[in-house]
């Protein structure tokens, strides 16, 4: 399919969602995607981390940033989303697979994040919102790209042609007292994993998903984070390489499984956490 081992990637497009911050996790795949030679189609909502306490970045730098990392004759198309709409998935896919040819990844970084609480202080708009986007969309845009027409000509004894990579969350490995909303969430989609993946598998497409573990993407950071000094603190010396995650870590994992490297991983959960130290 490529002829550049150098560039793994090359003739392909990945979808990436949530690319808005030059410190998210969905920068640095996009940013490791392109390096690999593939085309990026693009989505961004940048209106969400205005509300947050790091704020929004100015989207034509986030996106310029990444262009200039494409391979020669890669491209680069970006629609903005809200993906608490539920018609948003279908329109996302069909734009940018109409502007550049048939989209052979996605990966789903977008999330809401923070407003949420505990489990006494929930709320049904909060569990609403946070499922809208973090559950819901997920999937429906994993049910666009995989009816992309293409997919159907694959037949068993030929590679998988298609990755689709979701984002989990540490729900699976202990508690996230103050997060109920999110959490449910993630964990909404480990419990549809399995069943999406088998299902796609017979499309070539091969779904897993990653937990990125404590990622440090701004919300982490003593100035301008949403965190306590304490909590921080708390967050930090559980790592026992010295170092909070940073974006890149998971985006190392997720580049791979987009790769052909990463075809005989199926329905997985695969956490990329760094030794992690959990506590109660």
Known sequence: MHTDSTLPLQGRTALVTGVSRHRGIAFAVASRLARMGASLALTHHG??????????????SVTAALREQLAPGARLAEVPA????????????????????????LVCVHARSGGDAALPEQTADLLDGHWQVNARSTLLLTRAFAAQPGFDRWRPGE??????????????????REEIAYTASKGAL????????????????????????????GYLDVEGGDRSAEVITQVASAFPTGRMGEPDDPARLIAWLVSDE????????????????RWA
Not at 84 to 91: G, L
Not at 262 to 277: I, K, N
């Open 159 to 176: 590679e998988p042609p298609g990755r689709v990579v979701w984002i989990s969350s540490g729900q699976h490995l202990g508690p996230m």
């Open 82 to 105: 809200d993906l608490a709409d539920p018609a948003a998935p279908d329109r996302v896919v069909g734009e940018l697979a109409a502007e550049l040819g048939h989209l052979d990844a």
């Open 190 to 217: 480990l419990g549809a994993l399995r069943s999406v993946a088998d299902h796609l598998l017979e499309r070539g497409i091969v779904v897993n998903a990653v937990n990125p573990g404590p990622v440090n993407t």
């Open 47 to 60: 209106a969400h981390d205005a509300t947050q306490p790091w704020g929004a970045d100015d989207q034509a």
């Open 262 to 277: 990463g075809r005989w991983v199926v329905g997985q959960v695969l956490d990329t956490e760094g030794g992690f130290r």
